[in-house]
């Protein structure tokens, strides 16, 4: 079955320590793998995706197959990036979207 | 830029109740999708659409059905509201490009509460 786990409901930090949110996925095929984030009181919006390989707002995500993880990571976290985040698997075969249950980042000053 | 909008921000019914949650987007995207978010649940597919009048059952349909008349317009009805569905409902869309994962954007939300 296809699957998205986000082991932290909650990640607390100080600022300027590093953060990395995980995500664990099962999927049969070749997996397509994205991270949301959702600040407060704003709409749900991308963050970045694997295919593309970016860096942005200083976070990156590596997909490991072998370990079948896709965790978001920053070396130096700000308070701006206190938000909940959600990893997401892409379902080629159906176009859906599956979600994990979402991890909320909070970086005390 | 892509908008989507959704009718309420916030909506309080009664048990019973049938209720419409309209969603519309701006940008010609063929799929449309129905979430609702629950903490600690994360997302749940409710139903998604690729097409005008076609639907598709998501992960937890029980309770709801879906309206696709216009390309544009998706509209999440519930037949007669429970109070276990009380919630946040995310509306989203995307563009529909053969062999491309494409980005969802999402609308607001409408925080439904039954009582």
């Known amino acids: 079955a296809q699957r998205v786990t986000q082991p932290e409901k909650l990640l607390s930090v100080f600022k300027g320590a590093p953060v990395e949110l995980k995500c664990n996925y099962s999927y049969s095929g070749s997996p397509e793998l994205f991270w949301y984030v959702q600040y407060s009181r704003q709409r749900l919006q991308l963050l970045l995706r694997?295919?593309s390989r970016e860096s942005i707002k200083g976070f990156t995500a590596d997909l490991n197959k072998g370990e079948t993880s896709f965790h978001l990571k920053k070396p130096f976290a700000q308070e701006e990036d206190s938000a909940m985040y959600y990893c997401a698997l892409g379902s080629y075969n159906t176009d859906k979207l599956i979600f994990g249950t979402g991890t909320r980042l909070q970086v005390f000053p | 830029d892509v908008k989507v909008t959704q009718s309420s921000r916030y909506l309080v019914k009664r048990t019973g109740e049938k209720v419409f949650l309209e969603c519309v987007q701006d940008?010609?995207?063929?799929?449309m999708f129905w979430y609702r978010q629950d903490p600690g649940l994360g997302l749940r597919l409710i139903y998604f659409?690729?097409?005008?009048?076609?639907?598709e059952k998501g992960d937890i349909p029980e309770g709801y059905s879906v309206s696709r008349e216009k390309k544009e317009r998706f509209s999440l009805i519930l037949e007669s509201a429970s109070t276990n569905q009380t919630s946040m409902y995310l509306c989203?869309?995307?563009?529909?490009?053969?062999?491309?994962?494409?980005?969802?954007?999402f609308g607001p939300g409408t925080r439904l509460t039954v009582l």
């Open positions: 940008m010609d995207h063929e799929n």
């Open positions: 659409s690729y097409d005008v009048k076609m639907k």
């Open positions: 694997h295919i």
């Open positions: 989203a869309s995307s563009l529909e490009l053969a062999g491309i994962y494409n980005e969802q954007f």
